[in-house]
């Protein structure tokens, strides 16, 4: 079956502009994580989200950031007023319902994002 | 404070040599432990992982992981590697309390060379 997908694969934009990066899960998920991978080091947790609803968003690095899933699907993550320290690889992984002791995260491919 | 450390940046090894990649952790109690590797233009993926049970686990791709609780360790074993195990290696974890929704903690990932 299809995996998770994140489009687009990559994103350069200028500073200051704003973006969205898109995740579709595996059918079924109800999990859906986003992490954030910047050069050199292991993924950082940003937000995960239980159905619709962001059930930890504790690793938003600031109010610029923000991420939805209306329908318990799809999910957006969206930065506003972009900076070049937001240069990464964005990460999106969905699981079975988020309970312990643990259903696996499947990982999509990423999407690049470079902020000129 | 809670960390998971892999020590090595960099290894390099010749093909049919056996590997070992450390992992260790800093938690108060046993979280979960995990292997992914990640591959050039690929996603994540999981190797193995460890709940609780048997301290030797046996993941895919002929790799296995030993936890050993008096040293904090998780370390990832392989008897004989392939040019094709060339790969970053990530240890992660997820916390066994505080409701942590499942959210996996990296360390900052093991680069492997394999040399022909």
């Known amino acids: 079956g299809a995996g998770v997908s994140q489009t687009p694969s990559n994103k350069v934009t200028e500073k200051g502009k704003y973006v969205e990066l898109r995740c579709d899960p595996i059918s079924g998920h109800t999990a859906l994580y986003w992490y954030r991978q910047s050069l050199g080091q292991g993924p950082e947790f940003l937000i995960y989200?239980?159905?619709?609803?962001?059930?930890?968003d504790s690793g938003l690095p600031n109010d610029r950031f923000f991420a939805v899933r209306p329908e318990g699907s799809v999910s957006t993550l969206k930065i506003q007023r972009t900076e070049r320290g937001d240069s990464a690889v964005y990460l999106c992984a969905s699981s079975l319902e988020a309970v312990q002791p643990y259903n696996e995260q499947f990982f999509g491919p990423g999407t690049r994002l470079t902020v000129l | 404070a809670q960390s998971v450390t892999q020590p090595d940046i960099h290894i390099t090894v010749s093909e049919g040599a056996s590997l070992e990649l450390r992992c260790n952790y800093s938690y108060g109690a046993t979280p979960y432990l995990f292997w992914y590797v990640q591959s050039p233009g690929q996603g994540l993926q999981l190797l193995l992982k460890?709940?609780?049970?048997?301290?030797l686990v046996q993941g895919i791709k002929g790799f296995e992981a030993e936890f050993k609780r008096s040293q904090s360790s998780f370390n990832l074993r392989k008897p004989s590697v392939h040019w094709s195990d060339a790969a970053e290696y990530f240890c992660a974890v997820v916390p066994t309390r505080g409701g942590g929704g499942n959210k996996l903690t990296f360390g900052t990932g093991t680069q492997l060379k394999v040399e022909l």
């Open positions: 460890y709940f609780s049970g048997d301290t």
């Open positions: 989200f239980q159905g619709t609803g962001a059930a930890d």
